[in-house]
């Protein structure tokens, strides 16, 4: 089963950079692709970016194409977002959440979630 973690975010000032992170804890390892995903108030929630298994594919939103990358360790079950330029408009509860359907960038694939971190708060 895949158990999901999300960390990092936090306060920074418009232009930083900031990285957020996302550990796999279960114990059974698994090939997925991992996506992330964001939620502004009142927003629905939107994809982000999203890195297969091998990481050599990488899918970004427009939003942020350009200004993050995405990056995994598999030997760490932890996968990378970090997001450069930072807007005011990145400011959001970032998910991640893993499908066994390779590339995937449709939230309605990914079966498995995280609880969330607050994403950068970009003042």
């Known amino acids: 089963q895949v158990r999901l973690k999300e960390s990092g975010g936090g306060l920074v000032q418009a232009g930083d950079s900031l990285n957020i992170s996302c550990v796999d804890s279960?114990?059974?390892?698994?090939?997925?692709?991992t996506g992330w995903f964001r939620q502004a108030p009142g927003k629905e929630r939107e994809f982000v970016a999203a890195?297969?298994?091998?990481?050599?594919?990488?899918y970004y939103a427009d939003s942020v194409k350009g200004r993050s990358i995405c990056s995994r360790e598999n030997d760490k079950k932890t996968v990378h977002l970090r997001m450069n330029s930072l807007e005011p408009e990145d400011t959001a509860v970032y998910y991640c959440?893993?499908?066994?359907?390779?590339?995937?960038?449709?939230?309605?694939?990914?079966?498995?979630w995280g609880q969330g971190t607050q994403g950068p708060v970009a003042s």
């Open positions: 890195i297969n298994w091998s990481g050599d594919s990488k």
């Open positions: 279960g114990r059974v390892i698994k090939v997925y692709t």
């Open positions: 959440a893993a499908t066994g359907q390779d590339g995937s960038t449709w939230r309605g694939d990914f079966g498995s």
